[in-house]
């Protein structure tokens, strides 16, 4: 039997949203916008409508059942915690994964999750993950950008090496990129369709730059909706590497050999884009994902999707991949 894992899936606990009601200004607020009643605005733009599924679990199981959708590994999404002082960050940490546990514990059969670390704050944050993982985590969601920090900076290296050497899956997640304002991002839900794509984007071909995956040869990063605009790039990526000593600097490999190390879900809507994902990053390497509830997400359209595929990439990319790169043996053995 083939379980169908979904790796990209959201929600926002309900303690975790008043705590960024009463202390999340001046970066972010929550109000009324076009799409919902209920919109995390960043900086004066909206860019998270929130769902009654963002909240609700026995509605998302009962959403599951009816789109075929067996297992979710649940990850909170932008803005993540990275906002307010160290006591609030570390908090809201606390909160929601304290909230995904408690979902596990409810629905055993069908739930998993993510755990978020207070990032700015390294000391807190490897307590967290130490405190998440014996509490059921199974990896870690982070931001494209901690509040317009790189992930590769100093700072962050205890915390990527921590990690590292639990061998965990982490999921990049875009958040507003640096730049909103002069890139005028702010009109047409452009922060959504392509600021977050270059979020992706760009953090990831940063850590290639930076030498990151051989620095850290344990961990999974995955790169959310399909890897971005990175399988379209690889091309020009590996020109740049054969063609300029600068991108040369930390790495003796071109950038399409470290996407394959690099693993993906199945967000970007359109055949013929889950195929060139498929081809820059391997089989083994792709997972389903939905990005429900958000507006933008389609359990069903993307599980039609993927059942499109060859059945012996199929079964991997419903479950296999997940299993291994989650370490979810468990789940195994039911489908067994």
């Not at 303690?15 to 076009?34: C, F, H």
């Not at 509490?135 to 790189?150: D, K, S, T």
């Not at 953090?203 to 930076?210: E, K, L, Q, S």
């Not at 013929?272 to 498929?278: K, V």
Request: glycine share 6%; hydrophobic share 40%; proline share 6%.
């Amino acid at each position: 039997m083939t379980l169908v894992i979904d790796v990209h899936t959201h929600m926002y606990p309900e303690p975790w949203l008043e705590l960024i009601r009463t202390a999340g200004k001046p970066l972010y607020e929550v109000k009324e916008s076009l799409d919902s009643p209920d919109t995390i605005y960043f900086k004066g733009t909206a860019f998270a409508p929130l769902e009654q599924g963002h909240f609700d679990y026995e509605m998302r199981i009962r959403n599951m059942r009816e789109a075929g959708v067996d297992v979710a590994v649940l990850s909170l999404s932008c803005p993540s915690v990275f906002w307010g002082t160290a006591e609030v960050s570390a908090k809201a940490a606390r909160l929601v994964n304290d909230d995904f546990r408690a979902a596990q514990q409810r629905y055993p059969d069908n739930i998993r999750w993510m755990a978020s670390l207070p990032w700015e704050y390294p000391e807190a944050a490897i307590e967290e993950l130490d405190r998440a993982c014996r509490n059921g985590a199974v990896g870690v969601q982070l931001l494209g950008n901690i509040n317009g920090r790189h992930l590769t900076e100093d700072l962050f290296k205890p915390i990527w090496q921590a990690i590292d050497d639990r061998g965990l899956a982490v999921l990049i997640h875009p958040a507003a990129p640096p730049g909103v304002e002069q890139l005028d991002l702010t009109k047409y839900t452009m922060v959504g369709s392509i600021g977050f794509m270059i979020d992706t984007s760009v953090a990831v071909i940063r850590m290639i730059g930076d030498g990151f995956f051989d620095r850290y040869p344990n961990l999974t990063v995955i790169a959310a909706h399909a890897g971005a605009t990175l399988p379209y790039l690889v091309g020009r990526l590996d020109r740049v590497y054969e063609t300029t000593k600068r991108a040369r600097v930390n790495i003796s490999q071109p950038p399409s050999a470290y996407l394959k190390r690099v693993a993906y879900d199945t967000v970007c809507y359109r055949d013929d884009a889950l195929r060139m994902c498929l081809d820059v990053g391997g089989d083994g390497q792709v997972m389903y994902g939905s990005d429900y509830p958000f507006n933008f997400g389609d359990m069903k359209g993307i599980l039609a999707m993927v059942n499109r595929l060859p059945e012996d990439v199929r079964r991997k990319v419903l479950m296999d991949n997940a299993v291994r790169l989650f370490k979810l043996d468990d789940l195994a053995k039911v489908s067994a």
